[in-house]
């Protein structure tokens, strides 16, 4: 064993504030609910969306999904992240391109605590299929909620604002 001098380590300067990992911060959120529980909302018209934090680049999203409630497919931008869901079920379908060039269609069926990471180019859909209603918590990093309705090519999996 060797030690280093300190001096020879060159540190960034984000050292000792470094970011958390978008999935970390969820599952965070989704544990500790009197951080939202008075903003939850569950709304028959329309699928539930607020704010509930906004730290360094990142925003912190709760929403609520009644039974049939979906998000088509869409985009995140430039925006990296994830979710969690912290209670019922949730269907995330995913087109794009597997390594063999194939184009394949991965169903994601999530549980509560089950994550999804998200980041530049990545599609998806997302529903409630559940006879319950679902709750989840989303971080969206480096570019704020961000979502763009767009058409995935199945012969390609070209991701296309629509
Ligand atoms: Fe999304």
């Given at each position: 064993m060797f030690a280093v001098p300190e001096n020879t380590i060159a540190l960034p300067e984000t050292a000792g504030r470094l970011a958390k990992h978008p999935v970390r911060i969820a599952l965070d959120y989704a544990v500790d609910r009197d951080r939202w529980r008075t903003s939850l909302r569950y709304d028959p018209d329309h699928r539930f969306a607020t704010l509930i934090d906004r730290t360094d680049g990142d925003e912190v999203w709760l929403l609520s999904w009644l039974p049939g409630q979906h998000a088509v497919m869409h985009d995140h931008g430039d925006a990296v992240g994830a979710f969690t869901v912290v209670s019922g079920h949730l269907t995330e379908s995913v087109t794009r391109r597997a390594p063999a060039g194939r184009v394949v269609t991965e169903v994601h069926n999530l549980a509560q605590g089950q994550s999804r990471v998200f980041g530049p180019g990545y599609a998806h859909e997302v529903r409630n299929d559940g006879p319950d209603p679902a709750i989840s918590i989303h971080v969206y990093r480096a570019a704020g909620r961000t979502t763009r309705p767009v058409h995935v090519d199945?012969?390609?999996?070209e991701v296309r604002p629509t």
């Open positions: 199945p012969f390609t999996a």
